[in-house]
T-cell receptor
């Protein structure tokens, strides 16, 4: 069964700094990767997806994927206090199959 | 923005009792999912559905049943609730398609305490 692990468990970065979140997965057939963000008291919301090896940038967020290394990461540039949340990576093998979520990284951005 | 509504928001149940968690979506999505969230485990899939009348087992289905009577509604049923089922439950919907259609839309969650 697919295992999705995230590190670190928690992360504190200063406002304006760079936050780097890591995710490893075990199934080499994995094709589709999502990052979700969950603010306290809410459900997770999709941030961005990445399906091809390399980098994908959306505003302050950059996702990086290396399928051969079974690794995906999320980098948040110019972090804001509003970025403080729980971040999940989600992985699925094929389009239409269900997503398995990682264990989560709690990000705190301090002024 | 796609809408997924869960009810109730909070529920306290007794051990051995029956609990039904409800979910409604107005996105006209084919797929619906029930996850539970526990510290240290992230989100784990309990049951899912590809459309009205269908239910499938996820990774942790034991002790849970699901029902999808219509495109819009998906319920999670705990026939005999146990304290180990104390958790936060999230319902999600998603389109069956390519690329961005794989995005999941989550409800606000139901906090269940089984005493």
């Amino acid at each position: 069964q697919q295992k999705v692990q995230q590190s670190p468990e928690s992360l504190i970065v200063p406002e304006g700094g760079m936050a780097s979140l890591n995710c490893t997965f075990s199934d080499r057939n994995s094709q589709y990767f999502w990052w979700y963000r969950q603010h306290s008291g809410e459900g997770p919301k999709a941030l961005m997806s990445i399906f091809s090896n390399g980098d994908k940038k959306e505003g302050r967020f950059t996702a990086h994927l290396n399928k051969a290394s079974l690794y995906v990461s999320l980098h948040i540039k110019d972090s804001q206090p509003s970025d403080s949340a729980l971040y999940f990576c989600a992985v699925s093998a094929n389009s239409g199959t269900y997503q398995r979520f990682g264990t989560g990284t709690k990000l705190q951005v301090v002024p | 923005e796609a809408a997924v509504t869960q009810s109730p928001r909070n529920k306290v149940a007794v051990t051995g009792g029956k609990v039904t968690l409800s979910c409604n979506q107005t996105n006209n999505h084919n797929n619906m999912y029930w996850y539970r969230q526990d510290t240290g485990h992230g989100l784990r899939l309990i049951h899912y559905s590809y459309g009205a009348g269908s239910t499938e087992k996820g990774d942790i289905p034991d002790g849970y049943k699901a029902s999808r009577p219509s495109q819009e509604n998906f319920s999670l049923i705990l026939e005999l609730a146990t304290p180990s089922q104390t958790s936060v439950y999230f319902c999600a919907s998603g389109g069956l398609g390519q690329g961005a259609d794989e995005r999941l839309f989550f409800g606000h969650g139901t906090k269940l305490s089984v005493l």
